[in-house]
């Protein structure tokens, strides 16, 4: 008591509340805070202990007896990075505690904590501290120290403990994205994770549950983009500058395979029959998709090489995403037509060397071509077929062809593969697509 009584702000800042102090800290582990059990490099910095305010010392000492008076779930904010929990605690804490004590209000949580969802509520911490920090403290989010949220109730009766780990990844997004550009940081939460006021009833519980699953999504560094596609209204939530720092930052996309669908999508939508290949992209199954791709290398948008490198043997699935991202790119050209701006600019990087893999099917491409009577029928017949075993029919015609010798007949069409059958089928199909077009032109 004698240290608060004689309390002068000065340099130090309290982890905890956030107050400015200029002496009487007191160090405390884990038999004086709640926790801080386990090793001690748990403590930042791996210190012995933890540096706290006499203000913060004395309210520990209350805690048990507020905790069994609270009612909901409470939860705590622990990272390694010190000047992030410094930041929290400083905006979240003793200034917002201030600013109700000057307004004669009652103490409570910053903020509404609109989206009212475990993950969502986290990220909105997050929004709202990054609306509030300056130019100069942007680094803070550029760390490698995780940072996990600990949720839990003093209900004996329904006993509840629960973690949120946050990926570096995801504070690094959030961080450059609105230090990048505020409108697009701005955009992204208020169509993605925030619930406007005013909704009531089934609207209000429709919302709830969607921001509760993309924020979930986010956390656990899933796609999003079928939370933001609204194909109804054609419309991408979220904006394509947040989703696209997302692909690279959170997914990992490769800034090439991203700009060749970026180039992609433009070239579609700058088509006279834009309409047509989105209904033919919203309806499309798995097995059309390879078709729809085949298309595009027909129409000189996609090199074969570059359908290969989308979708490479192990990561055949892509496809399903790449639609996904073709559509986002697709429904923000519009409303940027409607707005009267432009694409934002494209993702420059050069394209990684063909495996073996993709040289084996330019090796048989280069057989059907020179010994085959007619590939653009092999190719018809290739394009016509949907089952298994029609593709295999097609191939043993090309044996008796002498256009395809038994070993390229046992890795394009392998026994009990039924997937790396259809894979092969799109590769080559977009192969041969892409060499007939140009002996033609």
Known sequence: MEKIRNFQEGDKLCPVCGRNYLEGETRVRADKFPLLRGLANFYPFLSDGMEICPFCFIAIQFFPMSVLKGVGYFWFFHTQNIKLAKAVSRIFGWRHFETLIAAN???????????LTESGTVLNLFYKLLKDLSEYEKEIFDSPHPVIVYLFTNDNRTAFVKHLIIPNEVLIFLGKLRYRDKEAFERFFKELLLIPSGLQGQKLKARRKYVSRAARAIIEKRSILSYALDDAEEYLRGGWK?????????????????GILERLGLKIFSSADQKKWLTRLKTASYAELGHIFSDFVQNGWLK?????????????????EARDILLAILYENQHLAREGKSWPGLLEENLPDPDKYYRRIETITEGILNHHPNPERFL???????????????????????????????FLAPIEDTERLYLNRDYLMACLTERISQKEV
């Open 105 to 115: 209000s009652s103490l409570g949580f910053y903020g509404e904590w609109e989206s």
């Open 304 to 320: 074969a090489q570059e359908l290969y490198l989308l979708s490479p043997p192990g990561e055949e699935f892509f496809l399903f």
């Open 242 to 258: 947040a989703h696209q720092l997302y692909l690279t930052e959170v997914r990992k996309m490769p800034a090439w395979k991203l």
């Open 380 to 410: 018809g017949d290739l394009r016509s077929v949907r089952k298994p075993q029609g593709i295999r029919g097609v191939y043993l015609k090309g044996m008796e062809h002498g256009a395809l010798r038994w070993k390229d007949f046992i």
